[in-house]
């Protein structure tokens, strides 16, 4: 692409970028606000961190879909330093935890212009979700109290944990409204994904509870005529004069040990999130581009900076609001720099507004994103990986809420060296190899694939040299990765090729492993225990089929088609469609085939965002091959939604000749011409005389897409009868 | 024994070695690795000398680009008629420095794949070049083909003999052994310490 076309799509993709910034600028205010109270600094310090973060990266960074500003993971260590570093002194901790979060952010930097950003690998992928975990507990331990309106109780994690019945029992004393709001909120944003109604999900839950709770204390105001029975210590205080009330940052203890392991806690910290973030969300790229880590890295440096002497906390890559802007449409910086300017918007315009939000509500978002980090189901999908697994995220977990971050992920890398040890029964194997290398990559002359050989052991003690030399193969070949010399791979490996898997998948490459099947069989070997048991742990649960599955197996014999009732974790075929590009699949079930002209049906699961934002989804889709080549078209209702993205530059073909066509149909593709040639007045005839689905195509195949939720056998027998009229019309036209 | 084949002027050196060495052992070197290091002479390391012949039928001999290439380029082409075999595979190893592209993103990996692309292309020509020189009676009796791989220099030609089964790796004297070489294996060093295969070590006469 050249330099002009490259500015050109810019301008063009400006307007989605608008609206994708200002639908992450709504969650990204509730959560900075609370982020930033919850770490006991003023709730102005979040949102300064969002916007230095929103514009320093967008200038700087090397990513290209995410957003930065305040992260979920520092809430505890900077509640640690703000406590302890002002001995008792709120304030004062804050100014000496600002000059810490800029000494981090030279760090940071550092790491970045060291090229360090591989680092992150060198932690077992299983202690760092068990230290994860470990935030989230600090973070729903305190927050609980404060949802329910009682902000006095203190203590460290564990005590806090311990006064969560007794808060239950007795909150309705102290400020039962302030509490029942946070209650209320709390379940809301449980349920909000079983809601499905589309227009609601316009909003995200965080900022329904905000506008919600706001809504409420006018209703008190405005219409019974009453002071909100909100104490003002549950409310949030903003200063008059923002800009002559900046902090200066104390830089007093400079050389003081706790000081300094303040700073070493918040850069491990801000690495492993940001890192963690950005690999996740490359997943969720519509153009499927791969970010530069460490010049990101820089960006983030440079925005903690920035931020610190503004008086902010600092800045890292957040996963849930990155999410919400690849779901909306984002696709370059831009949009992280609008929704910082959408931030300072808000805080201008509607400061009155978010002074009667209720700390409660925004407890209750905060318990909301420690319990998603510290979800018992994380801990039974590690168990279903290795009970080893499960004992070192554990011990991790635990030795992270008694001591500290620092300790706690070190005592995680020790205990899975030692599992390893145990498991393999060989110091030698270890001892000998660490620091040889172990990779050997070449691209084979007569096939063109990419030929990648590891010796000896691959755990993460050295997956960093496997990692550099398979990012070196472009995503769009062939790369084969052979462990049969190689005697032990371990958990992280395995979840890092699982990971480079999908990127290959994304675009059209091809990633195989081999060579692992004969470990499985003479050890107990990681491999055949964590990739294949999940999903069989599934299928041993479909033994009996309900009323919905036998039906379809009778559907299955009516139309002589094969019904497999079977998980399928990896379905092929829907990874061209566009619908497919910002959404993860799980897996699909419940495949009705029809073997000679290709029509399947099946349930699919997958899910959308990221973390908080996660939605998991479940449709019934109907996939088949279209009997002549067709342009790349998305066809869906017209809707209040997709006018929405049509005012925010999604392109809507129209024609002049079928009105009624162009007001109930959202049509879109490249291709302009193409698409107005095939579609012709039969073609748009059959769509406005049938129901209206949701119609994907990736050029050679068609997508239906059901509801939004899974289809009743009555609908599928509609799908399927569709998509054959269909068939015979485009055989027609040809 | 290094002396006795400076005094007799040996050609060639048979060594039994052990396959794989302990931590100790790898630090005090054994014998064969010693002598390896310091005979004058060229040297053939067997791992698993049998009575019964096994027959050599691939050769992996190194391309790097060094004045000794080419004449152990023409030894092993000697050698592969002598012992009939049917493949030679010249393996060049090139240091990733020479990319001078490190990968960050879609941008760089793509500047890194065509120069990479490029690179390949110059050392087959002059690996080619190589062979031009050899007699055409040898080359014609034996496939021979090329590859090219980007790594650590010494360390990758070792890992690709074991990936493809080779039954003899021919390489290149090492030009001056020094102690620290064991801390920060070099070339041979990497081969030496887990022998792949049955290992040939042409000593240049040049070098000697």
């Not at chain 1, 102005?44 to 200038?59: F, M, N, S, Y």
């Not at chain 1, 808060?167 to 509490?179: D, E, I, V």
């Not at chain 1, 809707?639 to 002049?656: E, H, P, R, S, V």
């Not at chain 2, 992996?60 to 290439?69: A, L």
């Amino acid at each position: 692409m050249g330099k002009k076309s490259a500015s050109l799509t810019f301008f063009k993709e400006l307007p989605q970028n608008i609206f994708a910034g200002f639908v992450v600028s709504l969650v990204a205010l509730p959560l900075a606000l609370g982020l930033a109270i919850a770490s006991e600094a003023p709730p102005l310090a979040g949102i300064i961190a969002a916007v230095v973060g929103g514009v320093v990266v967008a200038v700087f960074g090397g990513s290209h879909i995410t957003i930065s500003g305040p992260g979920n993971g520092l809430v505890i260590v900077l509640l640690a330093a703000i406590t302890s570093l002002g001995g008792g002194d709120l304030y004062q901790g804050y100014l000496f935890t600002l000059a810490a979060i800029i000494l981090s952010g030279g760090l940071l930097f550092l790491f970045g212009a060291l090229r360090l950003g591989a680092m992150s690998e060198f932690f077992p992928a299983s202690a760092l979700q068990g230290m994860l975990a470990a935030i989230g507990v600090g973070i729903l331990a305190k927050q609980f109290h404060v949802m329910l309106g009682l902000t006095s109780v203190s203590g460290d994690t564990i005590e806090q944990l311990m006064r969560i019945p007794d808060s239950l029992l007795l909150f309705l004393g102290f400020h039962p409204f302030a509490g029942i709001i946070g209650v209320i909120s709390i379940l809301f944003l449980f349920f909000y994904s079983k809601i499905r109604n589309p227009y609601f999900h316009l909003i995200p839950a965080p900022m329904w509870v905000v506008v919600g709770s706001i809504g409420v204390g006018y209703y008190y105001q405005l219409v019974l005529k009453e002071v909100v029975p909100i104490p003002p210590e549950l409310l949030i205080k903003i200063p008059e004069k923002i800009i002559s009330a900046l902090p200066r940052p104390n830089f007093e203890k400079l050389l003081d040990l706790d000081f300094l392991g303040v700073v070493v806690s918040i850069t491990l910290i801000a690495v492993i999130e940001s890192l963690l973030s950005i690999k996740a969300v490359d997943k969720l790229d519509l153009k499927k581009r791969r970010s530069n880590v460490n010049k990101d890295l820089r960006a983030l440096g440079l925005a903690s900076i920035v931020s610190g002497f503004l008086g902010g906390l600092n800045v890292v890559t957040v996963i849930a609001r990155s999410s919400v802007n690849a779901n909306n449409g984002g696709t370059n910086r831009s949009a992280n720099f609008f929704h910082a300017m959408f931030l300072v918007l808000f805080v201008v315009l509607l400061g009155d507004q978010i002074q009667r939000i209720p700390l409660t509500a925004l407890a209750a978002i905060l318990v909301f994103t420690g319990y998603k980090l510290a979800s018992p189901e994380n801990l039974v999908r590690i168990y279903k990986i290795g009970p080893e697994q499960a004992l070192i995220f554990i011990i991790t977990l635990v030795t992270t809420l008694f001591t500290s971050l620092v300790t706690g992920i070190a005592a995680g890398v020790l205990s899975t060296f030692i599992t390893h040890l145990f498991l393999r029964k060989s110091l030698y194997l270890f001892s000998l190899n660490v620091f040889k290398p172990n990779v050997l990559m070449y691209r084979e002359e007569r096939t063109g694939n990419y030929y990648v050989s590891v010796k000896n052991f691959c755990s993460f003690l050295n997956f960093y040299r496997l990692k550099m030399k398979l990012d070196q193969i472009p995503e769009s070949e062939h790369a084969i990765v052979d462990f049969s010399l190689c005697d032990f791979v371990d958990h992280t490996v395995m979840e890092g090729l699982h990971d480079y898997q999908r990127s290959f998948d994304r675009k059209n490459g091809l990633f195989e492993t081999i060579g692992l099947d004969i470990h499985a069989a003479q050890t107990q070997h990681p491999f055949a225990v964590r990739k294949s048991l999940p999903i069989n742990m599934l299928m041993g649960l479909k033994n009996s089929l309900t009323n919905r599955q036998k039906n379809l197996a009778d559907l299955a014999k009516q139309l002589s088609w094969k019904y497999l009732p079977k998980i399928n974790s990896n379905p092929k075929g829907i990874k061209g469609f566009l619908f497919f590009e910002s959404k993860v699949v799980n897996y699909s079930v419940n495949t009705l085939v029809h073997e000679k002209q290709k029509f399947s049906v099946f349930d699919l699961s997958y899910s959308e965002g990221a973390f908080i934002t996660k939605e998991d989804l479940k449709g019934t889709f109907l996939l088949f091959k279209s009997p002549v080549a067709l342009p790349v078209f998305v066809l869906d209702k017209e809707d209040f939604k997709t006018a929405l993205y049509q005012w925010a530059g999604f392109n809507d073909i129209n024609f002049k000749k079928h009105p009624d066509f162009s007001k109930r149909f959202h049509l879109s593709g490249n291709d302009h011409v193409e698409i107005k040639a095939l579609f012709n007045s039969d073609l748009i005839y059959f769509f406005e005389s049938h129901p209206i689905f949701h119609i994907e195509s990736n050029g050679k195949q068609l997508l239906i897409k059901g509801n939004d939720r899974l289809s009743g056998l009555q609908e599928i027998k509609i799908m399927i009868t569709f998509a054959k009229d269909l068939v015979s019309l485009l055989k027609n036209q040809k | 024994m290094a002396n006795c084949c400076e005094e007799f002027g040996v050609d060639l050196l048979l060594l039994g070695a052990l396959k794989r060495e302990n931590v100790v052992k790898y630090y005090l070197g054994s014998i064969a690795r010693k002598l390896t290091r310091e005979a004058p002479c060229s040297v053939l390391l067997m791992l698993k000398p049998s009575i019964e012949r096994i027959p050599c039928k691939h050769i992996v001999v190194n391309g790097f680009d060094s004045p000794q290439t080419q004449e152990t380029v023409e030894a092993a082409f000697s050698v592969g008629c002598a012992l009939s075999s049917e493949k030679i595979t010249l393996v060049e190893e090139i240091s990733e420095s020479r990319v001078a592209v490190s990968v960050d993103d879609d941008r760089s990996l793509r500047k890194a794949t065509l120069r990479k692309e490029k690179i390949d292309r110059e050392e087959k020509i002059r690996v080619t070049d190589i062979i031009k020189k050899i007699p055409l009676a040898k080359t014609k009796r034996l496939k021979w083909e090329t590859q090219s791989i980007f790594g650590s220099r010494g360390y990758s030609i070792g890992h690709y003999a074991r990936v493809v089964r080779a039954d003899l790796l021919i390489m290149n004297a090492q030009e001056k052994p020094r102690f620290y070489h064991r801390f920060f294996p070099q070339d041979l060093e990497h081969i030496l310490a887990e022998l792949p295969t049955d290992v040939l070590i042409i000593q240049s006469k040049k070098n000697g």
